[in-house]
């Protein structure tokens, strides 16, 4: 088992990634001995990796990220890195390396603020790793601000740091930003790959994996959660019934806000335990008194960490919505498949009857219309409109057809 066992079908970026980190190896291993750098070295100070949703960006950075850091003794015998065990890769993949630092936006962007530390970070020696880290999860939600300032810590970086940034696209990432980096592709894996993944990796049952990756279509993280958390199966079985509850007005709005107390109470479930953890650590790092009584000065510190948990609060809660949304459109896509006598391997074989029931009951337009209709719902909550006014919206345009 080594760090690139989590790439999930992205064989040909694992490649170029362990030649990087090899390469990388050696730069450290001659600035510590005096010796000359190798030549021609394909690592370099700053990545961009991309993909579509679910194709595992963020896992392929992380998995580089470990394998920089891995102290493996037998790295240093010539292995290669991301052994996935050393306390290097370890620390570095649950998220506690000193020297990895990780950015995600908490809100709908990754304010200038919520940089400014990690910028000031980039420009420091490693502490205990072999090179300073920054791994930006969300590159496309930066907004002008701190794009700027990342463009800045990219320009001139400090000689052992190295940025990985993640987004959907290259075109998500200021062009300026991107020409400084090498660029990585992933592709979404395989449905076969993410259920054969999910039967050695969480020892999931063979057909309920074959469910999930095919549920999701090859997305990862949605299909690890669907496989092994049965409140997520449950909240997917919902709302593959709402396309046949649609027939009055009423039946709509209710609908809507079903689906909207869903999603909060997904999210609150998600933010809680990370919640509690983040307040109690931030606390005792305060110096809070038996009682949880805060010394003078502290609260300004805590009133940030409170907005920044609602913000975070608000995303998730889009986030859940959104995976809503998107198994809905795999539904109706479905139903397209079936009305125009596509081969295409349906997602949803689990709810055919109402599969076939719509198919029957409605024209290719109808659904195309109604996958329209999914997608101004989406494109509304991105634009921050009220998730209630815009789902209700959605629902009464799928009633409509």
């Not at 030649?19 to 750098?37: I, M, S």
Request: with cysteine; proline share 5%; aromatic share 2%.
């Amino acid at each position: 088992m080594t760090v690139w066992d989590d790439l999930v079908g992205q064989e040909r970026v694992g490649e170029q990634l362990d030649a990087a980190a090899r390469d990388a190896d050696a730069l450290v291993t001659a600035a510590a001995t005096g010796t000359p750098p190798p030549e021609a070295s394909k690592m370099t100070h700053a990545w961009l990796f991309t993909g579509p949703p679910g194709a595992g960006r963020n896992q392929a950075a992380r998995a580089f990220a470990a394998a920089l850091q891995c102290v493996s003794p037998d790295r240093a015998l010539g292995g290669s890195p991301g052994c996935g065990f050393c306390d290097g890769c370890h620390t570095a993949l649950i998220g506690t390396h000193a020297d990895v630092t990780t950015v995600a936006a908490v809100g709908t962007q990754i304010l200038a603020d919520d940089m400014r530390d990690t910028v000031r970070k980039s420009f420091t020696s490693p502490a205990t790793g072999r090179w300073q880290i920054i791994l930006v999860e969300d590159a496309e939600r930066l907004n002008e601000k701190s794009a700027n300032a990342v463009l800045k810590a990219v320009e001139e970086p400090a000689p052992r740091t190295v940025w990985l940034l993640c987004a959907p696209s290259v075109e998500d990432v200021l062009p300026t930003i991107r020409s400084r980096c090498r660029h990585l592709n992933l592709s979404t894996p395989s449905v076969d790959a993410v259920a054969d993944m999910l039967v050695r990796r969480e020892g999931v049952e063979p057909a309920v994996a074959a469910a999930a990756a095919r549920a999701t279509q090859g997305h990862v993280d949605r299909a690890r959660r669907l496989a092994t958390d049965p409140s997520a199966r449950e909240r997917r079985a919902a709302v593959l019934k709402l396309p046949l509850r649609l027939g009055e007005i009423g039946a709509c709005l209710r609908a809507a806000q079903e689906l909207v107390d869903a999603a909060a109470e997904d999210a609150k479930q998600l933010a809680e335990e990370v919640d509690v953890k983040e307040t109690e650590e931030l606390k005792a790092a305060l110096g809070a008194a038996q009682g949880g009584r805060m010394p003078r000065g502290t609260a300004g510190v805590m009133k940030d960490l409170e907005d920044k948990q609602k913000r975070r609060r608000t995303r998730t809660q889009r986030d859940s919505l959104d995976v809503a949304l998107t198994d809905l459109t795999a539904f109706y896509r479905d139903v397209l498949a079936l009305q125009l006598g596509s081969r295409v391997a349906l997602a949803n074989t689990d709810a055919e009857d109402a599969l076939q029931q719509l198919a029957r009951d409605s024209s290719p337009e109808a659904t195309l219309r109604r996958v329209e209709a999914i997608a101004a719902c989406r494109d509304a909550l991105d634009r921050n409109v009220a998730p209630l006014l815009a789902v209700e919206a959605m629902t009464m345009a799928l009633r409509a057809g």
